[in-house]
């Protein structure tokens, strides 16, 4: 039985339990509906979650006009999942499924491929579903599946198939290509160039070989393990050249890199980033209409936060209409939503040893989102500080030093969550009031509060904020980093690379660049491009670590 695939959507799992207790003959409907409709959905295309529930149920929901958007290629994948959970709950007997039904092997078996590949193919829309057969429930496909993996699937396999004398080239030159001595890689590789095969099916024989004994076993590398990905990584962000860091590892530049951009991988598989997306992100134009504003693309937040306590209230004091609401705040959280759920999607998809420029692309959205983020965490900072002091009944510059820390940071985890609950929940007002509700957060992070009263005073003294503050108010900080102290070294720096570096990291108060665009921008070909980028960055971390 093939595992028992995961609901992706959210939606997806939600009507599942809503149609827990159904019937029997409502059961058979849905995994006939849903056995159907997984493969008539066009994977570029977007649906709604009314349409979800009524391509399930049969039934249109009340909300239509209010549903989110869903992505065609995870309703494809949920719709076949349905299917094969709705017919594991009351299996049909073959005559009940349109054109018959047979079991997987029995299927696989006709289609001249493996279980395990149809299996795979439920990623394009292949619903496999359980059939009541005299041995038992069996999983299996209907006739009309078959007949769809035959004209869309199969010609594809058929495609890459190689032809018996190319297969036995490949088998003569491993032969041949073994007798010189080398790694699998190695020798992988000189018979996938002899033979004109990849080298991917090029190892696939020469470990056949090996396991048939035609050849004796071959050595291979030590992987290089999630410590050693991390060291290197943890290295090339500090601006340690490529060519050191292969030195380091005992392999070439290319296998450092790819070493490198694994790690980067694996961190934004990891990061949680939680933003539902509205109706327009499905639209084709959606990308550049959400970000084409000035106030989304120009004077976004640059500028470190000062360290010293002073420093840090004069920056953010309240002054005339900092609580008035503007359009430009709205524009931006509608932007930073967009950039979260794009970068999220984008993060999904990377797959293999080397995902190559999809991970820039992805790090670009997100220092995007930081960016926006941080412009709109600075209008309410001072709506959050004006309501401590206001709790505090007079100034906060005579608190202890102990209390002064704790009240300050308090005030900038009330100003990230205004900015999370306007982003989710007040995306329909045109101008939202960020420093309002950022007092309000801080009622309710500061309630009771004893060390906050008038009584509670010390001597005043210059208090040290904590240095991290800035960084804490971006969660994916730590895989994607903004590196803002270097800005003002940067701007004013001479170097051939300096100006891609400020394009990348968005240093000028503009929306950040990908490697692609900065090298476009500049006219530079992608790998002379990111040559001068990293030795732009190496010579301005030496500048400023002179400098302190």
Known sequence: MPPRARLRLAASAALERQLEFAGSDAVRRMALRTERAAREVRRDATFSEAWLMETVTGIRSRDADASDTLVGAAVAMDLAALAMRFSSRVPMRPSEWPGGAVTLAEAARQLGVSPRSLQRWRRE???????????????????????????????????????????????????????????????????????????????????????????????????????????????????????????????????????????????????????????????????????????????????????????????????????????????????????????????????????????????????????????????????????????????????????????????????????????????????????ALAALEVERLLAGAGWLRPGTAGREVEVELPASLRDRCVPWAGAVPLRDDLAASALAFRHAGAALLVRRMGWDGRAPSSPAQ???????????AARRTAEAFRALRGVVGRQA
């Open 125 to 435: 829309g292949l619903a496999c579903i359980r059939v009541a057969t005299p041995r038992g429930t069996r999983s299996g496909l209907s006739g009309e599946a078959l007949a769809w993996c035959r004209e869309r699937l199969l010609g594809h396999v058929k495609a890459r198939r190689r032809d018996p004398a190319r297969r036995e080239r490949l088998a003569q030159a491993v032969l041949r290509e073994a007798a010189g001595g080398g790694s699998l890689h190695a020798v992988a590789r000189r018979a996938a160039s002899v033979s004109g095969a990849s080298v991917a099916t090029a190892r696939r024989a020469v470990a056949a070989a090996e396991r048939r004994g035609s050849i004796d076993r071959l050595g291979r590398r030590a992987s290089i393990g999630p410590a050693r990905r991390h060291a290197l990584w943890r290295a090339w962000r500090r601006g340690v050249p490529l060519e050191a860091l292969a030195a380091a590892l005992g392999r070439d530049p290319a296998t450092a890199l790819r070493a490198v951009r694994r790690e980067r991988r694996d961190r934004l598989r990891a990061l949680r980033l939680e933003a539902r997306p509205l109706p327009t992100f499905g639209r084709s134009d959606a990308e550049a209409t959400l970000l084409a504003p000035r106030a989304v693309r120009q004077d976004l937040a640059v500028d470190p936060w000062p360290v010293l306590a002073a420093a840090f209230l004069h920056r953010f004091r309240v002054q005339p209409g900092h609580d008035r609401p503007q359009r430009s705040d709205a524009q931006r959280l509608v932007a930073l939503r967009f950039l979260l759920w794009k970068a999220a999607a984008e993060a999904r998809t990377l797959r293999g040893s080397d995902p190559g420029p999809a991970v820039d692309r992805v790090e670009t959205s997100l220092r995007w989102a930081a960016r926006l983020r941080l412009a709109l965490v600075e209008r309410a900072m001072p709506g959050a500080i004006d309501r401590v002091r206001a709790m505090r009944g007079g100034r906060l510059q005579g608190l202890p030093p102990a209390s002064m820390r704790r009240a300050m940071v308090a005030a900038a985890q009330a100003a990230c969550r205004a900015v999370d609950h306007a982003m989710e929940h007040e995306l329909a007002m045109e101008r939202p009031r960020l420093a």
């Open 518 to 528: 900065a090298a476009e921008a500049q006219g530079l070909d992608p790998r002379m």
